[in-house]
């Protein structure tokens, strides 16, 4: 169970060699590169430029090509181009001869890229280190620490059996990835009765669905289930911003046994957002709120129109829901 033991003594082997780089404030300014589907070093080919929107200070957009020297997550999707915005006073460059170290992501329905940055040996080894785990792990004193640490002991089941390899400093949480053969896809669930303006793009909750693309059966370790239930709260994590999040139910699995799907096989579960209690900048009036879901290693992005007249009572009941159980 939970992977094979070549793969996480090589991960503990990456972390072993490259962890002790990492500052807090290196980990802040690479925190956009782990919610990358594909991340790769790089140089860039073509940098078109585009409309400059007329903020202070302004936002610059471009579309960019790439010729990758190096991977380091993922493979290149099938397009050309890339979508990039940035809000600053001058207008970026990138020089044809200067490396990159850059992460793109699908978002609303195309690819942008999330992190572009000039490489160098200290700037890889540090994202390399954070690639190596979990998304929303961090490095800490060159320890991995999990997103759930602050779960203490409910981190992780009590009796559950962990992996050899990697695991949290300050929970015990072993470091569970999803497997190359997984896809992981992230739905808006839409209400019967849409309301004009208000929840066009539903009411926080989301559709995640995650498919053994393989011909074989597999495990996917990073899924939690007691072989009944999959415990949805305990395996993913929401990033906004950046920043991990746990939803509010998290630390409530009995058990955690890695989901086992056969070949071509799905398994699909709903995540409220509404129930993150802390760390989210719920916006006055409307405005669309972008979350990338993280199970694993793998990602997807999505978004909800979040209306405060009508989804603030919706939260605050949802999380009333959880202290009420």
Not at 184 to 206: D, H, Y
């Amino acid at each position: 169970m939970f992977g094979s033991a070549g793969f996480r003594t090589g991960i503990a082997a990456i972390l072993a060699t490259i962890s002790g780089t990492a500052s807090a404030a290196d980990e802040k300014e690479l925190a956009s590169v782990v919610t990358g589907q594909w991340v790769f070093v790089g140089k860039v080919t073509n940098a078109q430029a585009g409309p400059v929107g007329l903020s202070d200070p302004p936002l610059f957009t471009f579309t960019l090509s790439f010729d990758a020297t190096e991977n380091l997550r993922g493979k290149k999707p099938d397009v050309k181009a890339f979508r990039y915005s940035i809000r600053q006073k001058n207008a970026p460059v990138f020089p044809p001869d200067q490396p990159f170290l850059v992460a793109v992501k699908k978002s609303d329905g195309g690819w942008v890229v999330s992190h572009i940055s000039p490489a160098d040996k200290d700037s890889i080894a540090i994202a390399k280190s954070l690639l190596a785990l979990p998304v929303g792990w961090t490095i800490t004193d060159g320890k991995p620490v999990s997103p759930w640490a602050s779960l203490k002991t409910y981190a992780w089941p009590e009796g559950a059996p962990k992996p050899t390899g990697p695991s949290c400093a300050k929970s015990g949480r072993p470091a569970l990835f999803a497997g190359d053969a997984v896809a992981m896809t992230v739905e808006q669930v839409i209400p019967e009765k849409v309301q004009e303006f208000r929840n066009p793009f539903g009411n926080g909750q989301f559709k995640v669905t995650v498919k053994n693309t393989s011909d074989k059966p597999i495990e996917v370790p990073a899924l939690l289930t007691d072989g009944k239930t999959i415990f949805w709260s305990d395996s993913m994590l929401v990033m906004y911003q950046n920043q991990p999040l746990m939803l509010g139910d998290a630390g409530r699995a009995k058990a955690a046994k890695p989901v086992q799907l056969k070949a071509g096989e799905s398994v699909s579960g709903i995540i409220n957002t509404l129930t993150i209690i802390d760390g989210v900048e719920w916006p006055r009036g409307g405005s669309r709120v972008y979350f990338d879901f993280a199970l694993g290693e793998k990602t997807a992005s999505n978004f909800f129109y979040y209306f405060s007249q009508l989804h603030d009572p919706i939260r605050d009941a949802a999380i009333k829901k959880l202290a009420d159980k």
